[in-house]
């Protein structure tokens, strides 16, 4: 990982520092990462994952530990509004995996995709090769696999040469991989995209830009799939939304008169 102090302007949200970046930004700084032979790694956070973060030590510290953490969801970068937090805007990890895609075909830079399941990543690879056709997959392997072959893994993507590293797996598996094998990887940037393998494969949909620009892309979501994703969805909202109201409460000074000095709440 690059060194904690070379990191552009950052906000801390809920207890975790995210880099208050563009997309723009964020796509020339993977760029230089790979023009100076550096190696980032990048952590997304959405309302579900800050919730989880909460939850799972080991989480938090892998999304912790990403040399970039972007704000993925809408609901995070209002929360911070709210919060007097700047972030600039949403940068969702489809929009920035496809962007890294189009810049690695123009630059003929190699790319490895890793996740999914074997049918779903072979669709998605045939659909990526008419869309991006002087592209350079150095590799590809599914998603499953167990704890005990990540090195192998990792082996095999250092093997390919890839240069870019797109990981399509669930979290925490993509946030554990990350943190301990990202730099054995040697790829200059590892970028976990969840779920967004099915999404380019077809498999399923995303929600239309309106839905994404008013923060409702998890409510389109479990509407595709409303018995495996409606529950947890409303569970991790309700919480983040309780986590906001309870961030807000303890930033707002005290209303109560005082007697002597002012005193500010902290």
């Known amino acids: 990982m690059t060194h904690r102090q070379s990191r552009p302007a950052r906000q801390t949200l809920f207890g975790v520092t995210l880099d208050a970046l563009t997309m723009d930004e964020t796509v020339q700084r993977c760029l230089e990462a790979v023009r100076r032979g550096e190696q980032i790694e990048i952590?997304?956070?959405?309302?579900a994952k800050l919730v989880n973060m909460r939850r799972d030590p080991r989480l938090a510290a892998a999304v912790s530990g990403c040399d970039l953490v972007l704000a993925d969801?809408?609901?995070?970068v209002w929360a911070g509004?709210?919060?007097?937090?700047?972030?600039?805007?949403?940068?969702?990890?489809i929009d920035l995996f496809m962007r890294l895609l189009a810049a690695a075909e123009t630059a003929d830079v190699p790319v490895?995709?890793?996740?999914?399941?074997?049918?779903?990543?072979?669709?998605?690879?045939?659909?990526i090769a008419r869309r991006f056709p002087a592209l350079r997959v150095a590799g590809s392997r599914n998603g499953y696999f167990d704890d005990s072959d990540q090195a192998a893994v990792a082996d095999a993507?250092?093997?390919?040469?890839?240069?870019?590293?797109?990981?399509?797996?669930?979290?925490?598996?993509?946030?554990?991989?990350?943190?301990g094998y990202g730099k054995r990887t040697g790829a200059h940037v590892v970028h976990g995209v969840g779920g967004s393998f099915d999404i380019l494969a077809?498999?399923?949909?995303?929600?239309?830009?309106?839905?994404?620009?008013?923060?409702?892309?998890?409510?389109?979501r479990a509407l595709q799939e409303p018995r495996r994703l409606g529950k947890r969805y409303l569970?991790?909202?309700?919480?983040?939304?309780l986590m906001t109201v309870r961030e807000l409460i303890r930033r707002t000074p005290s209303a109560l008169p005082s007697t002597g000095s002012a005193n500010r709440s902290h």
């Open 157 to 179: 993507v250092a093997e390919s040469g890839a240069q870019l590293l797109f990981l399509g797996m669930t979290s925490p598996k993509k946030e554990i991989f990350t943190a």
């Open 202 to 220: 077809g498999i399923t949909k995303r929600a239309p830009v309106l839905w994404q620009r008013m923060g409702l892309e998890w409510f389109y």
């Open 235 to 241: 569970t991790t909202n309700t919480a983040f939304l």
């Open 81 to 93: 509004r709210v919060l007097g937090v700047r972030l600039p805007e949403r940068v969702a990890g």
């Open 73 to 76: 969801g809408q609901a995070v």
């Open 43 to 47: 952590g997304m956070v959405n309302a």
């Open 112 to 127: 490895y995709l890793l996740g999914a399941r074997p049918e779903v990543l072979d669709l998605m690879l045939g659909r």
